[in-house]
């Protein structure tokens, strides 16, 4: 006679129960290895507003060509950037001054652009619309005067926003567009399944190698964060570690006075810092006038590094070797060569050996999420 399983029957009556309780909460799961979302309180997502943002994102009449979305520079095919272009090309080819960041994970910086000048995303997506090398319009009218008068986007706004008319503005479409990159998160490398997963196989034991460089010889892990539940990668602060900055050394005093000088708005600041190369390699000193903070530029995130180059604020590394290379030297392109003035403190020669350059790059390549992994297989 089978015996009457005691625990089996309070399993079963515990899965039950659970099963018939009411969700606690609606947030979506995250991938494995990144935090939860903090959404605004002003702009909850909803599925309705997801779906209007990704449309906006990917609306052309939005330039004064007809011809450039926000997608054009960040596009789902590319992670959502322009790789391999250095510098980001708006209306007529124009190009800009900095290479177009990916938009993946952009939730959970808390200041956005290079050197931070926006202070969300629903901020910054009211820049590219104006900027004469991006998108071009003189103001944001021509996008109010599709999405109050097209039909689509006239069902969406009542739909979404409850708003039809002259009531929709900028603060509607930004929180939309905004709602839609907020979805944009990945984690779930192989570098998560290894680390948070405790799938042992998941790196390879040159790819441990290279991760034990990140956090102890390399000390990249003391900017390119890793805590112990998620890691994002950034610490969300900025840090002159000697990109570009060599180049308008001389003329540092006088660039920095000008600029303290002109009492630019937002607006005018975008402007400058995306047409003007010597202005763009200020970097932070262009948001808070701090000396402290010239050459000053936002920690990237790593997460699906290998497959967004080439790299940095001005796309001047091309390769994630250069790099490596670049930190390897002390913060210069040359060994040797002089430091800036303002360089980090925490940049200095490293003194890897080579087999621990090649272990660092491969170990940067296991942050590549499934979804932006290039077709061919993993080694
Ligand atoms: C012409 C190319 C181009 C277009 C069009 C464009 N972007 Fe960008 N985007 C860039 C570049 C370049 C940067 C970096 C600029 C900087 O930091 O000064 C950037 C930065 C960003 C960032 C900040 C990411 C970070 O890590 O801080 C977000 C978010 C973003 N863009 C979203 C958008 C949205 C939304 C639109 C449409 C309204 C848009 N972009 C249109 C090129 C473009
Ligand atoms: C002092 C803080 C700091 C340290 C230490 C540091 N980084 Fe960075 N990292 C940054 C900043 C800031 C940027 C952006 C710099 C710029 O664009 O001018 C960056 C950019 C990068 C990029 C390019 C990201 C992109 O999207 O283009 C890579 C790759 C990178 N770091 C890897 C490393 C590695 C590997 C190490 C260790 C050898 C390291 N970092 C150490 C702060 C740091």
Known sequence: MKKFNFWSVITAGFIILLSGMPAVSTEPAVPLGLPHVEYPEENPQTPGKIALGNKLFNDERFSSTGMVSCATCHEAEKTFTDSPLKVSEGINKLTGTRNAPTVVNSAYFEKLFWDGRS?????????????????????????????????????????????????????????????????????????????????????????????????????????????????????????????????????????????????????????????????????????????????????????????????????????????????????????GDPVNDFLGSGIRPLNLTDDQVTDLVLFMETLTSPEFARKQPRK
């Open 119 to 335: 202070p969300d995303l629903e901020d910054q997506a009211l820049h590219p619309f104006l900027n004469p090398v991006e998108m071009g319009l003189k103001d944001h009218t021509p996008i109010l005067d599709i999405v109050r008068t097209d039909g689509e986007y006239k069902k969406l706004f009542r739909d979404v926003f409850g708003k039809t008319g002259t009531s929709i503005t900028m603060k509607e479409v930004t929180q939309a567009i905004a709602a839609f990159e907020r979805t944009k998160i990945s984690g779930d490398s192989p570098f998560d399944r290894w680390y948070y997963g405790g799938e042992k196989d998941a790196l390879t034991p040159e790819e441990k190698q290279g991760f034990d460089i990140f956090v102890n010889k390399g000390r990249c892990v003391s900017c390119h964060v890793i805590e112990q539940t998620q890691a994002v990668f950034t610490d969300n602060r900025f840090h002159n570690v000697g990109v570009g900055i060599n180049d308008i050394q001389a003329d540092i005093p006088g660039l920095a006075g000008e600029f303290i000088k002109a009492k630019l708005t937002a607006s005018e600041v975008d402007i400058k810092i995306l047409t003007d190369k010597r202005t763009s390699e200020l970097g932070r000193f262009a948001v808070t006038q701090n000396f402290d903070d010239l050459g000053a530029f936002k920690t990237s995130t790593l997460r699906n590094i290998a497959v967004t180059g080439p790299y940095m604020h001005d796309g001047s590394l091309k390769t994630l070797k250069e790099v490596v290379e670049h930190y390897n030297n002390g913060g210069v392109a040359k060994k």
